[in-house]
């Protein structure tokens, strides 16, 4: 069967769909025949996404959540399947980010972090799942991580890359798991995207204490891939079924592997050190 075809017809839900990556996710599936649950903390932000996606000609609902509140992500999941009747492809992509020391963070800074990028994410399987995996046919979860889920220095984002190697390892469980009922999972890796992931902030509840110094400010990241092209990328992997998926921009991708070389070097010398071996260079 073409790609296309395959998802043709069918609804995804987005969440983090206001901005960045998500609404660009939103809208490339929208333009392959998909309808699409535009989902986010931002509700102002989703029903705009939804409205823009409407004109297009799209069937879409823009829904406020909470993915780290499992009452909001059950409310977000009778929502979609009430509109749409059924679920085929979970895209679990809000995230927020956050720089700092570690030895200077608080834990109002990691349970912010955790709640969003990996109880978020756990959140909406819980919710999900079940009626995804008692229904048949084309079936797939998309679960956003990071190129910080693999950097062997992650300098100021110690917190948030924990989050990111979270995503990796949870994914990669469930990508097995899934197998059986016919579930693809992936993986997406973006690296500099041109969002407005660096005012992450904007959308930190008080409840998780002080605001950290933000000390990169809350423009767009430089020299970065528009999110139009990590989309793109994303929904090709998603059909392809790719494991993993990497969206980086262009100048990036020799520093990255170099990067992931030398995490590699790191383990094979660390076991090379075991066995009494000569360390590589
Ligand atoms: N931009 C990058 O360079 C980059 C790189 C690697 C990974 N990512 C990941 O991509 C994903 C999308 O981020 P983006 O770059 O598009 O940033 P963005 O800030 O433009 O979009 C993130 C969206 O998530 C929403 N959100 C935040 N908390 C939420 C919550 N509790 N419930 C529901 N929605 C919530 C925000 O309102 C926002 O609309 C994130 O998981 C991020 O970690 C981004």
Redesign the pocket.
């Known amino acids: 069967m073409p790609t296309t075809t395959r998802v043709e017809g069918r609804t995804a839900v987005v969440?983090?769909?206001?901005?960045?990556?998500?609404a660009a996710l939103a809208a490339q599936l929208g333009a392959r025949g998909m309808a699409v649950v535009v989902?986010?903390?931002?509700g102002d932000?989703a029903q705009q996404v939804a409205d823009k996606l409407r004109a297009d000609g799209i069937r879409t609902l823009g829904v406020r959540?909470?993915?780290?509140d499992p009452e909001s992500v059950a409310t977000l999941a009778a929502a979609g399947y009430a509109e749409f009747g059924s679920i085929e492809l979970l895209c679990n992509?809000?995230?927020?980010?956050l720089f700092g020391s570690v030895a200077e963070s608080s834990m109002g800074d990691w349970k912010w972090l955790s709640s969003?990028?990996v109880e978020?994410m756990l959140n909406c399987l819980h919710a999900f799942l079940p009626r995804m995996r008692a229904s048949s046919g084309w079936r797939h979860v998309m679960n956003?991580?990071?190129?910080?889920a693999f950097l062997p220095d992650p300098g100021k984002t110690g917190l948030y890359s924990a989050t990111?190697h979270a995503i990796v390892g949870i994914s990669l469980g469930l990508r097995s798991e899934l197998a059986a009922d016919g579930i693809g999972v992936t993986i997406l890796?973006?690296?500099?995207?041109a969002?407005?992931?660096l005012?992450?902030q904007r959308?930190r509840p008080d409840s998780f204490g002080r605001h950290a110094d933000e000390p990169y400010g809350i423009g767009v990241?430089p020299m970065?891939i528009d999110?139009d092209a990590v989309a793109r990328t994303a929904v090709e992997g998603i059909l392809r079924d790719d494991p993993l998926v990497f969206a980086l921009p262009e100048y990036g991708r020799d520093q990255f592997r170099a990067q992931v070389e030398k995490q590699w070097r790191l383990a094979d010398n660390a076991l090379r050190a075991d066995i009494g071996d000569q360390p590589l260079p």
Do not use: E, F, M, Y
């Open positions: 969440t983090g769909a206001a901005s960045g990556i998500g989902a986010d903390i931002d932000g959540v909470d993915v780290s992509n809000a995230g927020v980010l969003v990028n978020g956003t991580a990071s190129t910080h990111k890796c973006p690296g500099q995207a969002t407005r992931i005012d992450a959308n990241i970065a999110s």
